[in-house]
């Protein structure tokens, strides 16, 4: 199995998990398509109230365990009031992410013994034009000996997500929305 | 033909099918591992075209901090102290740490960066930005995904910084072309956040602080070098 098939396996998987749980989910792709980064982020940031979640799979890591990554600090730039740069859009986001990331890494630590048990700081590509609340899930790894162990990850993977995500729906709802204007 | 020759003929065929059955993947093999040494050469060549200049032996040895993967195998760095006699250049200097960091450790399992990269060049801007152009297998060879990508990132980060204080920020080139990922995951439009303290002259460097400074080899967390945007 391919990692793209693989990766949208996941997807939607995590679809049904977290419309079990009351959310509306859109994926930024539907199949073999590959959205441009900022096509993706464009997606989420036309709608209200989002949290975004990229998944992957990696080529290293402990097989069998996940690990969730928030984007690294980076200051939010100077602006017309009310406007976020388009490159700095993930910016204001950043401690919502960082909940969001240590919510839905506790549960994936329940499932996959191994995982760490916060998020982790990268600078990744995909997290930083979203202007939302955004984390990125890597599953190691491709390299697993046997490759139907990466298959049946998915449920539990899906699970997590979706009980990390409600269990953020209260602090979302609560905080006031990063970079408006008062 | 008659029907002996026929079958004759049809058995030789078959028996032709079966022997390239048997060598194809055998030919398909050695093409590759030759096209694989050819690129090493390749690389190999490069690298030493590329080298910093020899390092004077007369140079006095100091304690130099290289971070490659930890053995704990949770995706952090450790710290490895060895003694080289590095240049007070701050360039030549961030080249000879560079390079040592892509020669790798004795393990070659806790290497952060591919066997076949290369250091192009360096350069540092009068603001602190230090510049390092890896040649394309840094991009092309570096296993894909986010944990990989950021350690590579952050074993150069600290690195620099452990050893070379003028370097404030990093910009990582993939061959004199600025890449939007490393390997798909990784941002490098931006520059990566190496040493925030102020710059001291080479030959007062205060070395073994600055490797004291960075978080345990043992901590559960990836250190990700900060980043932030220009």
């Not at chain 1, 998987?13 to 994926?27: D, I, M, T």
């Not at chain 1, 202007?131 to 049946?152: F, K, N, Q, T, Y």
């Not at chain 2, 192009?120 to 296993?143: H, R, V």
Request: aromatic letters at 4%; zero cysteines.
């Amino acid at each position: 199995m391919r990692e793209s098939e693989l990766v949208l396996e996941y997807a939607v998987q995590a679809r049904k998990s977290l419309e079990a749980q009351g959310f509306q989910v859109r994926l930024t792709r539907q199949g073999n398509d590959n959205p441009s980064f900022d096509d993706r982020s464009a997606m989420a940031n036309a709608q209200r109230g989002t949290v975004f979640v990229t998944l992957h799979v990696s080529s290293t890591g402990s097989p069998g365990t996940v690990r969730v990554y928030t984007m690294t600090d980076f200051p939010a730039a100077a602006s017309a009031p009310g406007l976020i740069p388009w490159d700095r859009a993930q910016a204001p986001f950043l401690e919502l992410s960082r909940q969001l990331g240590d919510l839905v890494q506790g549960q994936l630590t329940l499932q996959f013994k191994g995982s760490p048990r916060t998020a982790q700081p990268a600078s990744v590509r995909q997290l930083r034009a979203t202007a939302a609340p955004a984390i990125a899930v890597e599953v190691s790894s491709i390299l697993v000996e046997d490759p139907a162990e990466l298959a049946r990850m998915g449920t539990g993977i899906a699970n997590a997500i979706a009980r990390g995500v409600a269990a953020f729906r209260p602090i979302y709802d609560a905080s006031p929305v990063p970079g408006a204007v008062p | 033909m008659t029907p002996r020759w026929r079958r004759l003929v049809l058995g030789g065929l078959a028996a032709l099918v079966v022997a390239a059955a048997i060598y194809f993947p055998i030919l398909k093999r050695r093409v590759q591992r030759a096209a694989r040494l050819e690129q090493q050469s390749e690389e190999q060549a490069r690298r030493e075209l590329t080298l910093a200049a020899p390092v004077n032996p007369g140079q006095p040895r100091v304690k130099t901090t290289l971070f490659w993967a930890s053995s704990n195998e949770d995706g952090s760095l450790a710290a490895t102290n060895v003694e080289l006699p590095l240049s007070n250049d701050p360039v030549l200097r961030a080249k000879q740490v560079l390079n040592t960091l892509l020669a790798g450790p004795v393990d070659t399992e806790l290497r952060t960066l591919p066997p076949d990269a290369v250091l192009l060049e360096f350069y540092l801007l009068p603001d602190g930005t230090g510049i390092a152009d890896f040649s394309e297998a840094l991009a092309a060879s570096i296993p894909s995904g986010i944990q990989s990508e950021q350690l590579a990132a952050d074993s150069i980060a600290r690195t620099l910084e452990a050893n070379v204080p003028q370097v404030q920020r990093l910009k990582i080139l993939i061959h004199g072309q600025e890449m939007e990922t490393l390997a798909g995951h990784l941002d490098l439009t931006g520059t990566f956040v190496v040493n925030t303290k102020p710059t001291q002259a080479p030959g007062r460097l205060p070395l073994t602080p600055l490797a004291q400074a960075t978080p345990s080899p043992t901590s559960n967390a990836p250190s990700a070098a900060g980043k932030e945007r220009r």
